[in-house]
């Protein structure tokens, strides 16, 4: 079946570092590809998101490239801020026609200033 | 506007009882989602609805879970002889259509104790 495998937290950065989260994952035919964000006390909000190969999705200075050649679609930022702390999960919808997304187990960033 | 609400956001009850979890999708939003979300770990698919009609209910664990979504609105999650590993947060997510082009507003979901 299908699985998102991200990498564990939480992870600890200072204000201005460089942030790269790994997410690989396993899907029947052609996924889509999600990045979820979860600040604390909120609800999960849509990060970017990416529907076929080598696209890549954007948002408020996070990117992730789709690579159907290694299956994976890695959250990247060049700068962090201390409101970046939240959790992060990755996700996918299987081209397979299942309806529900399929999530990873999160990672909880956490930004020192 | 609104977002997707859910009621009540804590409900804390016992071992073999029944609850009932409810979700106020976004207006207008055709389709709908559950998922759990245990300590740790993502949220998982439970079951989505296309208007009043389950299209996947492929997630629900047993036949203790139920849902349903008479108008095509609000929908009620129902567990019957709760188990204390039901506890988790269940979410709910709305979306103008299904399909993976369509993104999924989530609520802020329901945290479930089973003693």
């Known amino acids: 079946g299908d699985s998102v495998t991200q990498m564990e937290g939480p992870v600890t950065l200072s204000e201005e570092a460089f942030l790269t989260i790994n997410c690989t994952y396993t899907?029947?035919?052609?996924?889509?590809l999600f990045w979820y964000v979860q600040y604390p006390g909120e609800g999960l909000q849509l990060l970017l998101k990416?529907?076929?190969?080598?696209d890549k999705g954007s948002n408020k200075g996070f990117e992730a490239t789709y690579r159907k050649e290694t299956t994976s679609f890695h959250l990247e930022k060049g700068s962090v801020q201390v409101s970046d702390s939240a959790v992060y999960f990755c996700?996918?919808?299987?081209?397979?026609?299942?309806?529900?997304?399929?999530f990873g187990k999160g990672t909880h960033l956490i930004i020192q200033p | 506007g609104a977002g997707v609400s859910q009621t009540p956001s804590n409900k804390v009850t016992e071992k073999g009882k029944y609850v009932e979890l409810r979700c106020d999708p976004i207006?207008?939003?055709?389709?709908l989602y559950w998922y759990r979300q245990s300590l740790g770990q993502g949220p998982e698919f439970l079951i989505y609805?296309?208007?009043?009609?389950?299209?996947?209910d492929s997630g629900l664990p047993n036949d203790r879970f139920f849902a349903v979504r008479p108008e095509g609105s609000v929908s009620t999650l129902k567990i019957q002889r709760t188990e204390r590993g039901d506890s988790a947060v269940y979410l709910c997510?709305?979306?103008?259509?299904?399909?993976?082009?369509?993104?999924?507003?989530f609520g802020p979901g329901t945290r479930l104790t089973v003693l």
């Open positions: 997510a709305s979306s103008p259509r299904g399909g993976g082009y369509n993104e999924q507003f």
């Open positions: 899907a029947t035919g052609y996924p889509s």
């Open positions: 990416a529907t076929k190969a080598d």
């Open positions: 996700a996918l919808l299987s081209g397979g026609g299942a309806d529900g997304l399929t």
């Open positions: 207006s207008g939003h055709t389709a």
């Open positions: 609805f296309q208007g009043t009609g389950a299209a996947d």
